[in-house]
């Protein structure tokens, strides 16, 4: 009995010794696992709050490269853009931002943008904020652009000995020419880094003008557009599809990264695939499958990142259509639909001097992208 006693005693004194060890081991881990907690909740809200600082300087960089090269105008558009991207938080102190303007003229912007986090947990640890840091590049690129110009029997250009049949009787009205001004205005708006070429349609595709750099190559350019002419006979129908695809792959050949642009320049209604000839299928009527084709090489100018600025020229009205209905208001749709698909632009111009600040609008849009941080 003495023995089982004495027994049962050590037996009990050996488990109060092991929990009064637990319970130091314990108290350890408690500081290693808040430890590790701290860790684990503040790096998760420092990369949070880095990535959307990178985000802002990110967008707020190639809103602000739209205005280079002057940085005066850059700075201020990248500080709106700035305070609009980034949310204010009392985790985070107001970023600070160093720019950086690279070129003559200046094309390239860099940026840096620092912030303070407060932390969390890690204040247990004596760990107070950390440093988030974010750079960020911009640089204003010329577009690789192609110019398709209807040449259609209604492009009326009346010269001496060559009457144009389409033409209104007063022959005041001579849209061959005005576009053809007009593309001159536009070569000579462009920044000089534009590679540019030109494409023509009728019933048949004319590639006038491969891709040129505007730099060494604008005279080049601008002839090509001053030699072009209205078709005559056969050459007075409309493949505006054949067009957008011809320069589609035109584009594909330039081998640069830049953004892809056709400016498409139509005053009437797409009648022709490949050459083929589709007629009204009434006065007001037209057949649907030349409508398709335009559809359908919009979607290929998608697949292929080009986008479409669709320019409808000129006031036909037709006195066999209700309520003298405008032409231009059946193809109006069409081109509508071709810039949605491709993302770009819709212009409607009426009379010859709406043509100038229509490209004046176009040749201001700088395309930007986001580069390597030099």
Not at 22 to 40: C, E, K
Not at 113 to 137: D, M, N, P
Not at 138 to 159: E, K, P, T
Not at 266 to 288: H, M, Q
Request: glycine share 8%; with cysteine.
């Amino acid at each position: 009995m003495l023995r089982e006693a004495l027994s049962r005693i050590r037996r009990t004194l050996h488990w109060r010794g092991q929990r009064g060890a637990v319970i130091v081991l314990v108290a350890a881990l408690m500081v290693v696992l808040v430890g590790a907690v701290a860790l684990v909740v503040d790096v998760g809200m420092v990369m949070a709050y880095r990535a959307q600082l990178q985000k802002a300087t990110d967008a707020s960089a190639l809103a602000a490269a739209q205005d280079l090269p002057n940085t005066s105008d850059a700075t201020d558009t990248f500080n709106d853009y700035m305070a609009r991207n980034l949310p204010e938080a009392e985790a985070v102190t107001a970023p600070e931002v160093t720019l950086t303007f690279l070129g003559n003229p200046v094309g390239t912007m860099k940026v840096e943008s620092t912030q303070e986090v407060s932390l969390w947990f890690a204040r247990v640890l004596g760990k107070q904020s950390t440093t988030i840091r974010a750079v960020s590049a911009a640089q204003r690129v010329g577009a690789d652009l192609m110019l398709v110009l209807d040449r259609s029997g209604s492009m009326c250009n009346d010269h001496p000995g060559q009457p144009c049949p389409y033409c209104p009787s007063e022959c005041a009205w001579e849209p061959m020419t005005s576009v053809k001004n007009a593309g001159v205005y536009l070569v000579n708006q462009l920044a000089d880094e534009t590679m540019m070429g030109v494409v023509s349609y009728n019933t048949y595709l004319s590639c006038d003008v491969r891709l040129k750099y505007l730099k060494n190559e604008a005279a080049a350019v601008v002839a090509g557009i001053q030699r072009l002419e209205p078709g005559r006979g056969t050459s007075i129908y409309t493949d505006i599809g054949g067009g957008m695809r011809m320069a589609t792959d035109s584009l594909a050949t330039s081998g640069r990264p830049n953004p892809k642009i056709v400016v498409l320049i139509t005053d009437g209604l797409a009648n022709v695939i490949k050459g083929r000839y589709y007629d009204r299928l009434s006065p007001c009527v037209f057949d649907s499958r030349p409508l398709n084709w335009v559809v359908t090489q919009a979607n290929y100018a998608k697949e292929k990142h080009v986008i479409v600025y669709a320019v409808v020229f000129g006031e036909d009205k037709d006195p066999r259509c209700p309520s003298g209905q405008l032409i231009y208001h059946i193809g109006e749709p069409l081109m509508k639909q071709v810039v949605q698909i491709t993302g770009g632009v819709y212009f409607r111009a009426v009379t010859t001097d709406d043509l100038y600040p229509i490209f004046h609008e176009i040749a201001g849009y700088d395309f930007v992208r986001l580069i390597p941080a030099p």
